[in-house]
């Protein structure tokens, strides 16, 4: 399987696998029921049966019918448990790109997405993914776990069917380092977690999009991309493999009403959405967790990837005008407020 390079100096991390292209004539989403077999079998297919969700598992020849949410693991990993030894140091740094690569499929619906399933479907696939990631940090190798979403094309998606990727590494990934690093040092000269700082700034300010009970939903200050926004916590917490169901329930909602209100405003554009939380072994420095979702409007110009310096037509601020207005409709109809 692939191999995990570094730059010849930086962090810069890239996978490089050599990967044999299947050929794509099939037309049938391998995603949908009925097309079981064109995944790796489920490790858990959750079912609804008289009122209660059942937790089943595909075996060898029985694929398990009637899901709402289904995992397995990815037929194209990023990483595998089977990659080859190939450790080198610098300047030819690289390492195995060991790991495990989870795909939960959301919905049995084709036609659904991130941004139309109700809440309760939102919940049950967080639980899902609240337990696969608390599973992976019992595992060896496992030093950091990445929960993203790809949708549509552009965000790097082969599978049109509203699905999450779960991906552990044996390192932690060089965002996360930066965040964190930068987290602890605001900490050590400040007295206080720069994103609770952040939660205080933006709320009821002109980033603001929504609030829930527990999370607040903006525009960041300095956004890469057109309509960017953040959830996160409004109280200090360090990851999501800590919150309870009731704060899943509240997260549910506010994921739910924000993707919405971005869908009514990007035209149903691509994005990418990944959850930012603290690496869990010990000693290593924490982050205030939080969702970043990325819309993809626009293309990258040299600016952003000749010199890291973003481009963006308009401001977080009118970005965050129309997807409150928009994410606070669809939060009044999915609560039923007229
Ligand atoms: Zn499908
Ligand atoms: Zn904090
Ligand atoms: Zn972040």
Sequence with gaps: MGEMRKDYVLERTVIVSNKTKKSSNDKKCPYCPGNESMTNPSLLSLVAKDGMLQRLQDS???FVKNWSVRVFESANPAVSTSAQNSYSDRPLYSEPAYGYHYVVVASSKHSDTLATI???QWSNVLVVIQDRLRWLYTQKGVTYVSIFVNHGKEAGSNVDHAHINIVSFSNIPPIIEDESESSHKFLNERGLCPMCQTVTT????PRQILQTE???A????APSHQFEFWICPKKHSTSFSKITQKEI???SLILRSTLGGLLKNSK???FNLAFHLSPEKKNSKQIHWHIEVYPLTNFWSGLERGYGVFLNGTSPETDAKSLGAASRKELAN?????
């Design 60 to 62: 060898e020849d029985d």
């Design 118 to 120: 109700d809440i309760e």
């Design 202 to 205: 933006e709320t009821g300010g």
């Design 214 to 216: 527990g999370f607040i």
């Design 218 to 221: 903006f525009c960041p200050w």
């Design 249 to 251: 329930n509240d997260l």
């Design 268 to 270: 149903g554009a691509s």
């Design 334 to 338: 999915l609560v039923g407020i007229e």
